[in-house]
């Protein structure tokens, strides 16, 4: 039902790969709703160190192959706890192209999650959640459905446009 | 001759405060060629848990705040050393408005810098620099003389616009 969705996984590469088994369990969890793009971010054979992601090879190859799948894809994935500039990157450039964007944050002792990324908060549009793991399958399950609605809506006003 | 310029700088706030000296140092050597729209990112009272930098209090108001001041910006000179969702969101939004962007990176050992940052090279746009801080001055000064280039090359393309 879901498979038509084509999501775009962020989650940090060179800034730390503590948490790719936990990206890689999202991963799995987000084939439910959708195609995801970005599976390399979840393979562990992909190092901190690694320069090759999936088919990319150079800095430039991989900037330009990821901004291609952003424009395609129908929503944004992240996991935030992890500071990284390019999932920072990739959000920023989402946003500008007004992809429906979840960040998903395990709150930590001592840490705040970034004023960027929990100020960017949108209605149905950019929607940040704390979690712990066992709340991932409804937080997503919530999440897909307003993606959903607002895809309706949008097709609802395209469908009601009517030309001058 | 230079304050004319809005310049927008970058550094890690919730991601970590080890270089808030050096941005100090930075935003000082920025002044030289023109405003600092983001003096709270070098300002040492503006912690890693805080959350009033500048005159903003909650995240909604800094987010929008600094998404205003992106806006009004001439140019963004990011130092990347530290990964920060914050900088990488910044500098995204940055590049979807065609902003000249420098990002300043001291290389580390067993790190490397995003593939997103490092790959979303542009001649006379985005422009990544490793760097020791001595050679700043020199990579400031011919950071904005090619910004100014680009300035007056846009504002030529500009006057020789014929409306159709």
């Keep these: 039902m879901a498979t038509h969705r084509k999501i775009y996984f962020c989650g940090s590469i060179r800034a730390g790969r503590d948490d790719v088994d936990l990206y890689g369990r999202i991963v799995e969890m987000l084939k439910k709703y959708g195609t995801v793009l970005t599976p390399f971010v979840a393979d562990p054979n992909v190092t901190h160190l690694g320069s090759n992601e999936g088919e990319a090879k150079t800095d430039p190859e991989i900037h330009d192959r ?12 992240a996991e935030v706890t992890q500071p990284s500039l390019g999932v920072g990157y990739e959000i ?6 007004q992809k429906k964007i979840l960040c998903l944050y395990r709150p930590q002792p001592n840490k705040r999650l970034s004023a960027m990324i929990r100020g960017a908060e949108k209605e149905g549009l950019f929607v940040t959640e704390d979690y712990e793991e066992e709340n991932l399958p409804s937080i997503l399950d919530n999440f897909f459905k307003k993606v959903d609605q607002r895809k309706r809506k949008d097709s609802l006003d395209w469908k009601s446009y009517e030309p001058m």
Tied chains: 1, 2.
């Design 66 to 77: 990821d901004i291609r799948l952003l424009t395609e894809c129908d929503a944004i994935v």
């Design 92 to 97: 920023g450039r989402g946003v500008a192209m």
